[in-house]
């Protein structure tokens, strides 16, 4: 009994192996997580994750994401998540995961995404993608301009405007003029106020947030931080034209300002525990995103794990490629999956007209090789009977068979014209104006027939100039369509532009498939074209030559 149930273990295994949260959802992706950027376990942490052509195959998926998911490392907990950005015809998005807790120590820390289920409804949560201590969360989306996306939803009020290619999705241009979140009260424990900057220009002077009497300023380019007739905190300058995180805390009677992840000043303040309006972007020219409140103070793990999980060259996530891509195929078959499942339309468009081209190629090649066969053997042939014969030369063409023989023809072409000066007791005698006439004659069957050996040869020369050519423009196109992507979707990192250069790069290698064997195959049929020509051009002169001497006057 003991074997029997031992041995049941072992089928098993396999497929708990490989058990699925849902078979409903036929794609799945594994999303890795790196946390080497922080040195402490931080918990209940939202995370952005760009989705693009790179990574992820939106024709897979319901046209507004509605059938994404997201799931645990054990397969069976869902993950609350919520989308700021589905754009499946320009093949971008961005989707906040919350995950319950993101060590360092976990080297094999993943995640499940699960899509493609035409039937499922939408599941995304905005509040509950935010843990109780978040204030507020403004993604400044071009749907929801200023609408708080955590479970306050607050509403703020102001002039701002959209940039729709930024870092996370969306952002907000300000242009001097703040926005007002009413209604925020710091908490008993902290304060967090962290948000994506990009400056127009420096130095300038702006209150970036003002809290009663708290404020964030920029002065010229470094942060200060201060809290009423207490000693200013200031450290850490801005660059212009370049997005920075920014962020302060404060908590038991201290603060820290951060700059992209790093501590740049720290010194005594205390936040008051009133409810008060805050400004946010007094003066500030420039672009905003992701700004977050968080009524308790951040730890620096946190604000790391921020940088890390939401700037542009952040590494903290890796979408994978999805599983059918890569089980159940070698490596070779799923790198090629890889690079079609990626190429752009452009590419698409200029990779279907170099396989018409190589197509066209082959079939000249083989053709015309056969051709050329043909006719170098019947020539051969007739030739070997043309030298052996003597008075009898002008009869040959008595049960000829030389249907494929350039030269064959040229000597029917010339038979022709002596037979017309035949006089009526069959006697021939020809002048050489007669003689002229003839070569004439035959001189034009064998520019004839080298027209129609030659004919299609400039498809091959097509081929060859024109298919490199070609590739090259198919892969320059999908490079910039990559890159534009990429910058629209503010994900630099290589294995969002990997794949889509490797892709674009299939193009020039398309042209090349063209264009080498056409070459070779060129060479070869001139070369041997050549010589049948060479082989008529010897046979004009010696058979008028034969002709003058038997029968000229």
Known sequence: MKKICFLALLLLLPTLAHARWSEDWTGRSKITVNAQAIGEAVTGVPVAIRLHSGNFSFVDAKPDGSDLRFVAADDKTELKYHIEKFDAANELAVIWVQLPKVDPKDKGAHFWLYYGNEHAAAAADAKST??????????????????????SAMVATGA????????????GIFSGKPIII????????????SAWVKPASVPQQAVLFSHGDASLKLDGTKLGFAIGKGAPI???ELKAAAWQHIAVTVAAGK??????????????????DTQAEMKVGEGYSGELDELELANTARSGDWIKLAVSGQGADGQLLTVEAAEGTEEGEGEGASYIGILFSNLTIDAKVVIAILAVMFIISMTVMIGKANLVFRIAKDNNSFLGRFSESSHDFLELDKNADYDNSSIYRLYQAGLREIRKRYTDDHQLSLSGASLDAI????????VRETHRINAQMVLLTIAISGGPFLGLLG??????ITFAAIAAAGDVNVNAIAPGIAAALLATVAGLAVAIPALFGYNYLASRIKNITADMQIFVDEFITRVAEAHGK
């Open 182 to 193: 009413p209604a925020v009260k710091p908490g008993g424990t902290g304060f967090t106020w």
């Open 130 to 151: 935010w843990d109780a201590a978040t204030v507020a969360v403004f993604h400044f989306a071009e749907k929801a301009l200023l609408q708080d996306s955590s479970a």
């Open 475 to 480: 892969t320059v196109v999908g490079v910039m």
């Open 234 to 236: 200031a450290g850490g």
């Open 439 to 446: 070569k004439a004659s035959v001189d034009a069957v064998l």
């Open 255 to 272: 603060a820290v300002l951060y700059i992209n992840g790093a501590p740049v000043g720290n010194g005594d303040a205390a936040m008051a």
């Open 160 to 171: 701002v405007s959209v940039q729709k290619a930024a870092l996370l999705g969306e952002a």
